[in-house]
């Protein structure tokens, strides 16, 4: 598939999963620290498959270092339903390294059954947000020398947090929050010496925008409301005073109306006594 599309643009999961075939050949003694910096750095750098394909091509790797089939007709979007995120799988990615350095796990990715990831002087996010499962529990395990971790879980999933921490600690502020039915759970354990392992609940950026616009709206439905509302007002208040003022006409008009009568009245009593 690399081949017969060279310049077929690469994603960020593309670079992942060769990433993890370098962490691999490190962790088996195929390749040496320097080869293996020099080879993730051209790996993060690459644009398309042609780039990725020759960094993993003298390594055993069989499936994993193919470029990914490409779908040419859009995906469905998810709709929240958390047996559909419950794989039964293997993992995408099954453990990170940070020496010094820093790694990240996010967006759409399988989280296995157990994830692994050591950081020493150096630090590392596991986002769940996005991800699928490959059980309907997880554990992940933390290691973290001088160094910190970040666990970040969607909304509606449980939390078990079993870590020890010396000179450091694991987050157990989201344990004891109930979660959704059928969604999965997350143990988070491990071990911290001068470092942390931090726990955390947020919505992914989607929702966040959604949340955002339901609330702008909000916001304007209740302002044209105050709108309409002023309008009725004043024009209760304009009728009113119409009203107000053509009674008070009418009331001078009566008044000068009487006063001629009275006029007239007055008149023929003087012609009444110039006769007499």
Not at 107 to 118: A, E
Not at 257 to 273: F, H, K, N, P, Q
Request: glycine letters at 12%; a negative charge.
């Amino acid at each position: 598939m690399t081949d017969d599309a060279p310049e077929l643009r690469a994603s960020d999961a593309d670079r992942e999963r060769v990433a993890e075939v370098l962490r691999d050949a490190l962790a088996e003694g195929r390749l040496d620290m320097a080869e293996f910096e020099e080879r993730l750095e051209a790996t993060y750098s690459a644009r398309t498959y042609g780039e990725l394909a020759p960094i993993t091509r003298d390594l055993p790797v069989g499936e994993v270092a193919a470029a990914p089939r490409v779908r040419m007709t859009k995906e469905p979007e998810r709709d929240g339903d958390w047996a559909g995120r419950i794989t039964g799988g293997e993992g995408s990615s099954t453990w990170a390294v940070a020496v010094m350095s820093g790694f990240q796990r996010k967006g759409r990715w399988t989280v296995p059954r157990r994830f692994n990831c050591f950081a020493f002087w150096g630090g590392g996010e596991i986002d769940l947000r996005e991800a699928d499962f490959s059980a309907g529990e997880v554990v992940i395990n933390c290691v973290a020398i001088m160094g910190g971790m970040n666990v970040v879980v969607p909304p509606g999933v449980e939390v078990i947090v079993r870590g020890v921490g010396i000179m450091g600690g694991f987050d157990h502020r989201e344990e004891g929050v109930p979660g959704d039915r059928g969604a999965p759970r997350v143990v988070v354990t491990g071990f911290a010496f001068w470092g942390g392992v931090g726990v955390e609940r947020k919505v992914t950026r989607a929702e966040r925008q959604r949340l955002r616009e339901e609330r702008r709206q909000e916001k304007l439905e209740r302002r044209q409301e105050r709108e309409r509302g002023r309008l009725e007002r004043g024009s209760g208040r304009t009728e009113l005073d119409a009203s107000r003022h053509g009674l008070h006409d009418l009331h001078g008009a009566d008044l000068h109306g009487a006063d001629r009568d009275r006029e007239r009245e007055l008149e023929r009593e003087r012609e009444r006594r110039r006769d007499s």
